[in-house]
């Protein structure tokens, strides 16, 4: 059974990862032609799946410092999983967003010539401090086991070799302790730099939509906190459903594990919930003004689906009741994390959209006629197979990784 559900997984991937490399040669040659959005509509189904990657990234971060900052011991096992998977979604972001510039191979001059005042640039670089932080905290992670594995040959030895940058594994029980030391000590001292850095670049997501005073969807102080928060229960219920569905961990430490996760991402969706009402209900309260407007045309108009399908029953009802009855089950907490992390990008999705359908002057609509011209906006097959691309690379290095990097904590040494 085992072997089928690889064999249709490896089919699934390969037809995910040509649709994608099609889509990728029509956006490198062909430029945005295909995709749906246009001048009122600038922002689409790129700019939503860059937001909940990121959201995934700075998730997973926070929870891996939950072991590396505060010692929480009973996810150990799991730090460099959550540690390779938040580099791996902040690629699928950058990934995500590069498509989405006009002029993608412009994005260096965000440092050549930077604009201190927009709040684009200061993600952008914020990115950059948090992808080399991620990636030396992993390095440090890794790298006596990754000497182990130099050491003893083969074809993947000099890989390892290059991998660990030339680091030699200790020679005595002594120098291995004082090396293990050393490693916790960096490990805590990145982990600490990185609490504050994953805070402060997805806030600012939240931050750069809610600085736009014309978009009064938009204009919230919660914005940043809200982003903050699903943050937390995505990337969380991502490493829930990786943990659940691989062999990092097994047997009894196994649903230990899970059953600490669930109960944690149970409690912050619920949070979330909370948040999300009140960005709901109090906007509605009377039934005027503009949000009412647009939060109305979320919950009732013609895409009701995303909201109240994709979102409340398979990314909150279904996941609550998984999560509150059979916390400590694998199938349950991996059908629980996929979902809540899946359909997460309906959120991001209704974030992005219904702030640009609304004409900003009443009328614009029918002054100006064109293709390009017109507030509707339904993500092409264009737009989605790069997605598609992305979704598939990261599968890709996912699996790698898992074959071939000691992200269990006694791979090396065992």
Same mark, same amino acid.
């Given at each position: 059974?085992?072997?089928?559900?690889?064999?249709?997984?490896?089919?699934?991937?390969?037809?995910?990862?040509?649709?994608?490399?099609?889509?990728?040669?029509?956006?490198?040659?062909?430029?945005?032609?295909?995709?749906?959005?246009?001048?009122?509509?600038?922002?689409?189904?790129?700019?939503?799946?860059?937001?909940?990657?990121?959201?995934?990234?700075?998730?997973?971060?926070?929870?891996?410092?939950?072991?590396?900052?505060?010692?929480?011991?009973?996810?150990?096992?799991?730090?460099?999983?959550?540690?390779?998977?938040?580099?791996?979604?902040?690629?699928?972001?950058?990934?995500?967003?590069?498509?989405?510039?006009?002029?993608?191979?412009?994005?260096?001059?965000?440092?050549?010539?930077?604009?201190?005042?927009?709040?684009?640039?200061?993600?952008?670089?914020?990115?950059?401090?948090?992808?080399?932080?991620?990636?030396?905290?992993?390095?440090?992670?890794?790298?006596?086991?990754?000497?182990?594995?130099?050491?003893?040959?083969?074809?993947?030895?000099?890989?390892?070799?290059?991998?660990?940058?030339?680091?030699?594994?200790?020679?005595?029980?002594?120098?291995?302790?004082?090396?293990?030391?050393?490693?916790?000590?960096?490990?805590?001292?990145?982990?600490?730099?990185?609490?504050?850095?994953?805070?402060?670049?997805?806030?600012?997501?939240?931050?750069?939509?809610?600085?736009?005073?014309?978009?009064?969807?938009?204009?919230?102080?919660?914005?940043?906190?809200?982003?903050?928060?699903?943050?937390?229960?995505?990337?969380?219920?991502?490493?829930?459903?990786?943990?659940?569905?691989?062999?990092?961990?097994?047997?009894?430490?196994?649903?230990?594990?899970?059953?600490?996760?669930?109960?944690? /991402? *149970?409690?912050?969706?619920?949070?979330? =919930?909370? %948040?999300?009402?009140?960005?709901?209900?109090? !906007?509605?309260?009377? #039934? $005027?003004?503009?949000?009412?407007?647009?939060?109305?045309?979320?919950?009732?108009?013609?895409?009701?689906?995303?909201?109240?399908?994709?979102? /409340? *029953?398979?990314?909150?009802?279904?996941? =609550?009741? %998984?999560?509150?009855?059979?916390?400590?089950? !694998?199938?349950?907490? #991996? $059908?629980?994390?996929?979902?809540?992390?899946?359909?997460?990008?309906?959120?991001?999705?209704?974030?992005?959209?219904?702030?640009?359908?609304?004409?900003?002057?009443?009328?614009?609509?029918?002054?100006?006629?064109?293709?390009?011209?017109?507030?509707?906006?339904?993500?092409?097959?264009?737009?989605?197979?790069?997605?598609?691309?992305?979704?598939?690379?990261?599968?890709?290095?996912?699996?790698?990784?898992?074959?071939?990097?000691?992200?269990?904590?006694?791979?090396?040494?065992?």
């Amino acid at each position: 059974m085992q072997r089928v559900l690889k064999a249709v997984g490896f089919v699934v991937w390969v037809a995910l990862l040509l649709w994608g490399l099609s889509g990728v040669n029509q956006r490198l040659f062909g430029g945005r032609e295909l995709a749906n959005y246009g001048s009122y509509v600038p922002w689409g189904l790129w700019v939503s799946s860059y937001i909940y990657f990121i959201g995934l990234s700075a998730g997973a971060f926070l929870l891996s410092s939950l072991i590396y900052v505060f010692h929480i011991q009973a996810l150990k096992p799991i730090g460099r999983l959550a540690l390779f998977t938040a580099a791996l979604t902040l690629l699928m972001a950058l990934l995500s967003i590069w498509f989405d510039l006009g002029h993608m191979w412009r994005n260096y001059e965000v440092f050549t010539r930077p604009n201190f005042t927009s709040m684009m640039a200061w993600m952008v670089w914020l990115y950059s401090a948090y992808f080399l932080l991620i990636l030396a905290e992993l390095w440090f992670e890794l790298r006596c086991d990754l000497a182990a594995l130099a050491d003893r040959g083969g074809v993947m030895g000099p890989i390892y070799r290059v991998l660990a940058l030339g680091w030699r594994c200790p020679k005595t029980p002594e120098q291995a302790e004082a090396c293990h030391l050393q490693s916790v000590r960096v490990m805590r001292v990145l982990g600490a730099l990185g609490v504050p850095l994953a805070i402060a670049f997805h806030g600012g997501v939240g931050a750069l939509f809610a600085t736009l005073p014309a978009r009064p969807y938009w204009h919230s102080a919660i914005f940043p906190i809200m982003f903050l928060t699903g943050a937390l229960v995505s990337g969380g219920a991502l490493i829930l459903a990786l943990t659940a569905m691989n062999r990092v961990v097994a047997g009894e430490e196994k649903r230990r594990i899970l059953t600490t996760i669930s109960r944690l /991402v *149970l409690g912050l969706l619920i949070f979330d =919930i909370i %948040l999300e009402w009140a960005e709901f209900s109090i !906007p509605m309260w009377y #039934g $005027v003004g503009h949000e009412n407007t647009l939060l109305r045309e979320v919950l009732f108009g013609e895409y009701w689906y995303v909201f109240w399908i994709f979102h /409340v *029953l398979l990314g909150s009802v279904i996941p =609550i009741a %998984l999560l509150a009855t059979r916390p400590g089950r !694998p199938l349950a907490a #991996g $059908v629980a994390g996929g979902l809540i992390a899946l359909t997460f990008l309906a959120v991001r999705l209704n974030i992005v959209i219904p702030g640009l359908i609304t004409p900003q002057l009443e009328g614009l609509q029918s002054a100006y006629v064109d293709n390009r011209l017109r507030f509707e906006y339904v993500p092409s097959l264009f737009e989605w197979s790069v997605v598609a691309f992305i979704v598939a690379l990261a599968l890709g290095l996912f699996m790698l990784g898992v074959r071939y990097l000691p992200l269990r904590s006694h791979t090396a040494t065992a």
